[in-house]
């Protein structure tokens, strides 16, 4: 009897043991979608503009105040305030790159990460000053909701964010390669010279491409705002993140970074259940290492 009972138990025990390995997958897969979003600015800019943005992650931030703000400070509903955040980060974007980066463009790459990593200092400051150094985080009312599949505990939030993090992916891939403009980055990505023999302006070209980068980014900060917080100083793992999950699906291919997103997601959940979660954060920069060891080229190719 006591036999019988102890293979019930040992049954049980790794039955649960599979539903938590699936719900850790299921959070990373989550998470890793997120991620991608974030990565798709960065590895656009990176890729067209040869410009490492060391901003990127404080570009997230504030994109995660401007949710915040839009939606709790003026009431601005969250599925409005997320279109209408990529549309003001779109305008920054493009400012910022044709009045300030557009005078260092194809610059040694020393002057680019020194003013990118320049204007991180100022956006970090700037919003300490603007919204103290608190947690915020953007609670719509479907923020506790769950559904189940399989016996698997899916948050709407997270899930949500998975999808346009998809979606966003799957447009921005159409834009590249079925229209005019797609056509006109691809160009100047890929030979700058033969781009304006087409009637290409390159600076045009650059801004519109950096303010895609930056929408992606402010968008990806607002939905980073509804699943965790946001704060001033959060930019700095997220550059990381993103840099890695760039490199790690391809600067060229909107869905593949999406997907190395998913494979760094993974990583961070399942280290996570297996070490604990004060680990997470050393998978990203330990991979940010091992890239830069094992392919040190990876920046001087795109310089």
């Known amino acids: 009897m ?3 009972l102890n293979q019930s138990e040992h ?3 790794s039955e649960i043991g599979v539903q938590l390995f699936g719900q850790v997958l299921v959070n990373g897969v989550l998470l890793g ?15 067209v503009l040869r410009i490492v943005n060391l901003a990127h992650g404080a570009i997230i931030m504030l994109g995660g105040y401007a949710v915040y703000y839009l939606y709790t400070g003026a009431g ?7 279109p209408l955040t ?5 305008c920054f974007g493009y400012v910022l790159q044709r009045y300030l980066l557009n005078l260092i463009i194809r610059s040694a790459m020393l002057n680019t990460l020194l003013i990118t990593f320049g204007l991180n ?10 919204f103290s150094a608190d947690y915020r985080t953007i609670n719509p009312p479907f923020a506790g909701n769950n559904f189940e599949v399989l016996g698997i505990t899916v948050p709407v939030v997270q ?10 992916a799957a447009l921005l891939w159409l834009v590249l390669e079925r229209s005019t403009l797609g056509r006109a980055i691809r160009a100047t990505a890929q030979n700058l010279t033969a781009a304006r023999l087409y009637g290409v302006n390159p600076k045009s070209i650059y801004a519109v491409t950096f303010g895609i980068g930056t929408a992606l980014a402010g968008v990806s900060g607002g939905l980073f705002g ?10 700095l793992t997220l550059t990381a993140k993103s840099f890695v999950v760039a490199i790690l699906g391809g600067l060229d291919n909107p869905l593949g970074v999406i997907l190395g997103g998913l494979v760094l997601g993974i990583a961070e959940a399942m280290t996570a259940l297996y070490l604990g979660p004060t680990y997470t954060d050393v998978i990203s920069f330990g991979l940010l290492v091992l890239i830069l060891v094992a392919r040190p080229a990876v920046l001087l190719e795109k310089a």
Request: net charge negative.
């Open 121 to 130: 200092v100022v956006f970090v400051y700037v919003a300490q000053l603007a």
């Open 159 to 168: 899930f949500g964010a998975f999808v346009i993090a998809l979606g966003l």
């Open 33 to 47: 979608g997120l991620y991608g979003l974030m990565a798709l600015g960065m590895g656009l800019v990176w890729g």
């Open 86 to 90: 990529m549309v003001i980060m779109f």
């Open 2 to 4: 006591p036999a019988v």
């Open 226 to 235: 509804m699943v965790s917080q946001v704060s001033p100083y959060m930019g």
């Open 11 to 13: 049954s049980e025990q």
């Open 76 to 82: 601005v509903d969250i599925w409005l305030a997320l």
